[in-house]
């Protein structure tokens, strides 16, 4: 199992579009795999016939497993795990297993939250792991395993387990193993540093201390009666439930709002529609808030920042890669438009309507959801007058856009029905005052009520 993106530990395997016995091509793709960040297909890096699929549809696997075996000798499968030629892995890992029992894939799609990050790793009950690969397996090509050679069986134990030896100077190889199917568990690491009996103290972390895991509450829904269902949280729903509580708790939010008359920018709309510049392109609202953003951003470049908490800095971006809260069937994700700054108005609806699109086929890549400045999420279209989002991690500010509905509203001296919409902005305080805020926000609403500021403020 590769690292498909950035800083990524585990993935859980979607689909498998080859089975034994299937003769496969370099590059052919052999399955469907969902990362914390997004669904990737994974292609085979040689030729040959699959020997064995080591895990089942639903498994979620840790980088550096071994998922796939394949004989590239030419002739016929080998009888035993040991002899298939390669693996298609970054690094070999000497004894893989199957897990547990497929998951169901249904999930909501969730209304606040925004951003996904690492997600911490979870180990899966295993059953017996079949004999390792064989290091000296005639066929193996050691540059076909990213340039290392094979190696041989290593202790079993969860990243921040191995972390902890070596800060404790304790050989894994010499612990005695605890946790289910082998696995070195940190307690074991304190009994090897310090053979006395003490407490174990666990310091919080961002990556959970492994514990045995019962396979049926992980593995599969499982509904106890007709009352209750139990659902595993993974993937993009497990990523996006972390980057919100770290999130909230690093940043102090503030969240401020603006009730406006929004009608120009609704007639603006259906003239763009029928503007033949716009012609083939995708135009509504929030094209225009969008634009709308982008233009008091420029307004007030302080607003798209960054705090570097390591080296005690505030990095202002002189970009704008703007992101866009996407509800899709795995969960709300935040793909972004790289240098939205500088997009024409048909160029901005384009990657809209392309963002958006990708986004539902769920094909959106780990590299479009990094690198956002600053995020959008619309809540309005579900019918929600407006919210308080959370930040997403590394952002200095989230819009909101609420539901655009008919209402009474003073103009021109008298009570109308107009358009009316409010905007919630919440930003990181400790590099946007309330000064800043306010000015930023009251930008965007002059905006959207006087659209031809779009052209004279740009």
């Not at 708790?249 to 529609?273: N, S």
């Not at 012609?279 to 307004?299: E, F, M, Q, S």
């Not at 705090?307 to 992101?323: M, P, R, S, T």
Request: glycine residues 8%.
């Amino acid at each position: 199992m590769p690292d498909v993106g950035e800083g990524l530990t585990e993935a859980e395997i979607l689909k498998w579009y080859v089975q034994p016995g299937d003769t496969v091509e370099d590059g052919q793709i052999v399955c469907e795999v969902e990362t914390a960040k997004a669904a990737v297909e994974l292609p085979i890096p040689f030729d040959g016939t699959v020997h064995e699929l080591l895990f089942p549809e639903g498994t979620t696997v840790d980088v550096g497993q071994v998922i796939i075996s394949v004989n590239v000798g030419g002739g016929a499968a080998p009888e035993a795990p040991a002899a298939p030629a390669a693996v298609a892995v970054p690094e070999p890992v000497a004894a893989p297993a199957p897990a547990a029992e497929p998951e169901p894939e249904g999930r909501q799609p969730v209304l606040v939250g925004y951003g996904v990050a690492a997600s911490s790793t979870k180990r899966r009950a295993r059953k017996a792991a079949p004999t390792a690969v064989a290091p000296a397996a005639p066929a193996v090509v050691p540059e076909q395993l990213n340039g290392h050679a094979p190696a041989g069986p290593r202790p079993l134990a969860k990243p921040p387990v191995r972390k902890l030896a070596k800060d404790l100077g304790v050989d894994l190889a010499s612990v005695t193993p605890t946790g289910p199917d082998g696995i070195i568990t940190r307690e074991d690491v304190h009994r090897a540093a310090a053979p006395a009996p003490a407490p174990v103290v666990e310091a919080p972390a961002p990556v959970a201390a492994p514990a045995p895991v019962a396979a049926p509450a992980v593995a599969t829904a499982v509904a106890s009666d007709a009352r209750e269902t139990r659902v595993p949280i993974k993937g993009v729903r497990k990523a996006t439930a972390a980057a919100m509580v770290g999130s909230a708790f690093t940043a102090p939010h503030v969240t401020e709002f603006v009730t406006f008359d929004i009608t120009r920018t609704m007639k603006l709309v259906e003239e763009l529609k029928a503007d033949k510049d716009m012609a083939g392109l995708r135009v509504n609202p929030l094209l225009l808030i969008a634009k709308a953003v982008l233009v008091a951003v420029k307004r007030n470049p302080e607003i798209n920042a960054a705090w570097d908490e390591a080296a005690q800095e505030i990095v202002l971006k002189h970009y704008v890669n703007l992101g866009i809260a996407a509800a899709t069937p795995r969960g709300l994700i935040v793909p972004n438009i790289k240098d939205a700054h500088a997009q024409t108005l048909p160029e901005l609806s384009k990657s809209l309507s392309e963002l958006v699109a990708t986004a539902r086929e769920g094909k959106t890549t780990p590299a479009a959801m990094q690198g956002g400045t600053f995020t959008i999420t619309n809540v309005g279209v579900f019918g929600v007058d407006t919210g308080t989002p959370i930040l997403n991690p590394g952002e200095s500010a989230i819009l909101a856009v609420g539901a655009i509905k008919l209402q009474p509203w003073v103009h021109k001296g008298k009570v109308k029905p107009r358009q009316v919409t409010t905007l919630a902005l919440s930003f990181d305080h400790r590099l946007v005052d309330g000064e800043l805020g306010s000015k930023f926000l009251a930008d965007i609403a002059a905006i959207l009520e006087q659209p031809k500021r779009l052209i004279t403020w740009a």
